[in-house]
């Protein structure tokens, strides 16, 4: 009942991106699905996936927190120090095969979107990440997060193309 459950909640929050059409909405949403990523994927004993999503909602948080953007430098350096850590744990755990470093890509699209992005570079950098971390799942059997982080890709897809479309009668 429990393994039903965690791979169930980061569907439901999957499903309710479809009407994330806020930045705000998107990033509480994407807070939501790093927790409930992060208890399925400790549950499953996937640490590399546990140890990005945790990173990941620590830095999904202080964007919501603060609302602010970074500057380049600082958004490049952050991002390298994390996965920095990411790799060290991985190196030490011995999961340095080319499956432990899908959920590292992830990790920097994700953060690149949150940290340096507005909205719609936001929704790309989700949309990469996304696709990406599906591969990971699939590889990894965890069906729950495969499907969420499809799902997740659509919705931001969604919204990108509403987002670009908007703006193509304004440039003209």
């Known amino acids: ?10 569907v439901l929050l999957a499903i309710a991106s479809f009407w994330s059409n806020t930045e705000r909405k998107l990033l509480m949403l994407n807070l939501g699905l790093c927790i409930t990523i992060t208890l399925l994927l400790a549950f499953q004993q996937a640490w590399g996936g546990v140890l990005v999503m945790s990173v990941a909602g620590a830095s999904t948080s202080y964007r919501i927190i603060s609302g602010k953007l970074l500057r380049q430098r600082l958004t490049l350096l952050l991002i390298m120090l994390m996965a920095s850590m990411i790799g060290i744990v991985n190196s030490m ?8 470093i899908l959920p590292l890509f992830t990790f920097i699209f994700y953060r690149f979107g949150e940290l340096r992005c507005k909205e719609a570079g936001l929704r790309l950098c989700m949309i990469s990440g ?18 969420t982080e499809m799902l997740f890709a659509l919705s931001n897809g969604y919204y990108f193309y509403r987002i670009k479309r908007r703006a193509l009668p304004a440039a003209l």
């Open 93 to 100: 755990t011995g999961k340095t095969g080319w499956i432990e």
């Open 130 to 147: 996304s696709l990406i971390f599906t591969g990971y799942a699939v590889i990894t059997h965890t069906w729950g997060v495969a499907i």
């Open 1 to 10: 009942m429990l393994e039903l459950f965690l791979h169930s909640a980061p």
